[in-house]
């Protein structure tokens, strides 16, 4: 099976700007999980997408936001750019076989996403 | 304020060795803990879990124990190998909070051959 794959893998905009990062899970999962990871902050959850709907979100400004399609692949979007936004963006899908309970995460190798 | 804290940043240890990895937890509604390796230029890679009904897990050269009541967690590669060299990761879930986990800021391990 192939593995959750992430494009960009690298990106450099502007602050301001917007931006949209993919990423598709693997094949049969249905939860994808977005983290943000930076050397001050560490992994932090951004939030989670499971049948097209958010269920989790973790503590970041609405400028962050995100959205699954019906193949589960998912997309995370951020508005007017900070520089504080510099980081690794990764995705992490999972089977999603229990409705509360916590899977075991599978990792894409992330978006580095530079703010200038 | 950090719920997960891995206080060692970095690990040197000899191969064939026992590496010990620490983590330490402050919310008692935690009840499931994960860890994770990661290499660099690539996203966390699973290793282990732990319920909190339990209090130790083993899966090969991997252990991890669970002491609930000192709110700690470790993580014990035996023998270790210089291709475990990799930033590892512990990181805990609430109930019912299917798969939202909280990070610790990671320990470097360098295992030398």
């Known amino acids: 099976k192939a593995g959750v794959t992430q494009t960009p893998r690298y990106l450099i905009k502007t602050r301001g700007q917007q931006v949209t990062l993919s990423c598709s899970p693997i094949?049969?999962?249905?939860?994808v999980s977005w983290y943000q990871q930076t050397p001050g902050q560490g992994l932090q959850f951004l939030f989670e997408y499971f049948s097209e709907t958010q269920r989790n979100k973790g503590n970041f400004p609405g400028r962050f936001s995100g959205r699954q399609f019906s193949n589960s692949r998912s997309e995370m979007n951020v508005s007017t750019l900070e520089l504080g936004d510099s980081a690794l963006y990764l995705c992490?899908?999972?089977?999603?076989?229990?409705?509360?309970?916590?899977?075991?995460?599978?990792f894409g190798p992330g978006t580095r996403l530079t703010v200038l | 304020d950090q719920q997960v804290k891995q206080n060692s940043p970095s690990l040197s240890v000899q191969e064939g060795r026992i590496s010990i990895l620490n983590c330490d937890y402050t919310n008692s509604m935690f009840d499931y803990f994960l860890w994770y390796k990661k290499y660099p230029a690539e996203g966390p890679t699973f290793l282990i879990s732990?319920?909190?009904?339990?209090d130790k897990n083993e899966d090969g050269r991997f252990t991890v124990f669970l002491n609930k009541s000192a709110k700690h967690l470790s993580l014990h590669i035996v023998p270790s190998q210089p291709g475990d060299s990799a930033v590892y990761f512990c990181?805990?879930?609430?109930?019912?909070?299917?798969?939202?986990?909280?990070f610790g800021g990671g320990t470097r391990l360098m295992v030398k051959p």
């Open positions: 732990i319920s909190s009904i339990k």
């Open positions: 094949s049969g999962h249905r939860s």
């Open positions: 990181a805990a879930s609430l109930y019912k909070a299917g798969n939202m986990l909280t």
């Open positions: 992490a899908s999972s089977p999603r076989t229990s409705g509360t309970y916590t899977d075991t995460q599978y």
